[in-house]
């Protein structure tokens, strides 16, 4: 258990859980493999006429509206929403008091076929120039059918400034799913940082892959609307569909999910990076070339010599294939992205990554495998007080189920592991300390299984 604002706890009680906690993470001296058996529901997506994807009332009414960061600092948002029946207007009202809009954004609209599918009109829209730690009223779409959201911008970047990230992967949008989304919704956090694979919509075929596409964008509304999701592209929104006469890698996501990649001097957005209060946040490619040379190759070279520790004391990468991965489902399918990249996260002390893909859950210890060449025969990770801990949160809840297979006996890095649907949060509380917790969906309730006070790298 864990202090949280406003909350109390015996200091003597809260002191031996802290020893308890810090002399794990630092010694390295338990690792625990849970036997936890789950009874879930069934790993099947929702049907389309469920509440869960209602589609607002109104002629045109804007559906499917989700934002995200839009600069480096945070002070800007990307609006994005679809309209159906015609294009309609791309600008947004907004403000900082609720129904008075004193200022006006425009967007731009566009559209994309996929297979027999056409999509609706996917609107984006930059608003700039907000001020940090301020709440912002904003408005869409036209006459009796525009619809009305808010957000809270992050405070302005500082090494003390105390900020809350959920963490979720590998969504989907089944009944697991919905149990995440409603668990991670009570927990406080103010961004999530998602690390790939959103609506499995290329498990569908033909019109349906962009029904499901659709669907998916309604389902997670009822959050993303109201803060920013950092998003991170996995392999399942690939969609390299030849027998469907679909070619072009990451259609659909580039179509609906804007990044703020020109921001961070990127030149692709699925690479790119952010500063959110006291974090600098890293997002990476998976299945982008990364390889020495190449245009993410180059670009995170030189975005590792823009981290200022002292402003952004916590440094965090998210990927979707993990680096680390006791799971016999994907095993080492990172390994490639691990040899071109783990010695400059040593060298720079990244504090966390986080990654998805594999259907379960797994905290590693700080580790690294950085001296191993084909000659001298050190091919095994070692504990290293300068790497980033590897952490692999792919248990949204989507249709393919759990990954519930693990290497055994469980490899001396690997700290904590089990194959349950759920979604982490990490509350920053200043430049040295960040509480963690992992959060199991057990029977529909949210159960805190996984709890570590986390030390800054830097600091």
Excluded at 153 to 179: A, E, H, M, R, V
Excluded at 183 to 201: I, N
Excluded at 303 to 315: A, F, G, H, I, N
């Amino acid at each position: 258990m864990l202090v949280t604002s406003g909350g109390q706890l015996p200091s003597f009680h809260f002191l031996i859980i802290l020893f308890i906690i810090v002399t794990t993470v630092r010694s390295g001296s338990a690792r625990i493999t849970s036997t936890f058996t789950r009874s879930e529901w069934p790993s099947t997506d929702i049907p389309l006429d469920n509440e869960a994807f209602a589609i607002p009332k109104g002629h045109n009414a804007p559906q499917q509206v989700h934002i995200t960061q839009g600069d480096y600092d945070g002070k800007a948002v990307i609006i994005t929403w679809v309209t159906t029946d015609e294009s309609g207007s791309s600008k947004v009202l907004y403000g900082t008091s609720e129904k008075k809009y004193d200022f006006s954004a425009e967007g731009n609209v566009t559209n994309y076929t996929f297979s027999n599918y056409s999509s609706g009109y996917i609107h984006h829209c930059l608003v700039h120039g907000l001020e940090h730690d301020t709440k912002y009223y904003y408005k869409i779409g036209d006459g009796g059918s525009s619809r009305e959201f808010w957000f809270q911008t992050p405070p302005k970047i500082d090494p003390d400034t105390s900020y809350t990230f959920g963490i979720i992967g590998d969504l989907g949008q089944t009944y697991n799913s919905l149990s995440t989304l409603e668990h991670y919704m009570q927990s406080g956090a103010q961004t999530v940082l998602f690390v790939g694979d959103l609506s499995y919509a290329d498990r569908y075929e033909f019109n349906d892959v962009g029904v499901r596409w659709d669907s998916w964008g309604q389902f997670v509304e009822r959050s993303a609307a109201y803060q920013p999701w950092i998003w991170t592209a996995g392999n399942h929104e690939i969609e390299y569909l030849p027998k469907m006469g679909e070619v072009l890698p990451f259609k659909s996501y580039l179509h609906r999910y804007a990044t703020p990649y020109m921001a961070s001097q990127s030149t692709n957005p699925l690479w790119y990076a952010v500063r959110r209060a006291s974090a600098h946040i890293i997002v990476l490619s998976s299945y982008s070339p990364f390889v020495k040379y190449t245009p993410q190759w180059k670009w995170l070279r030189e975005e590792l010599k823009k981290v200022d520790r002292e402003k952004t004391p916590w440094l965090i990468v998210l990927m979707h294939a993990p680096m680390y991965s006791s799971n016999v489902a994907h095993y080492m399918e990172g390994e490639s992205m691990r040899a071109v990249f783990e010695s400059w996260f040593v060298h720079a002390k990244v504090d966390l990554i986080f990654a998805g893909h594999v259907h379960a859950y797994e905290r590693s210890y700080r580790i690294s495998n950085i001296h191993y060449n084909i000659t001298n025969g050190d091919r095994y990770p070692i504990p290293d007080k300068s790497a980033p801990v590897y952490i692999t949160v792919g248990d949204g809840g989507n249709q393919e189920g759990l990954a519930g297979r693990f290497v055994d006996p469980q490899p001396e890095y690997s700290s904590f592991r089990e194959a349950s649907y759920g979604h982490s949060t990490l509350e920053i509380k200043n430049r040295t300390h960040a509480f963690y917790h992992w959060n199991r969906n057990d029977d529909g309730k949210k159960v805190p299984t996984d709890s570590v006070v986390f030390y800054n790298q830097y600091w």
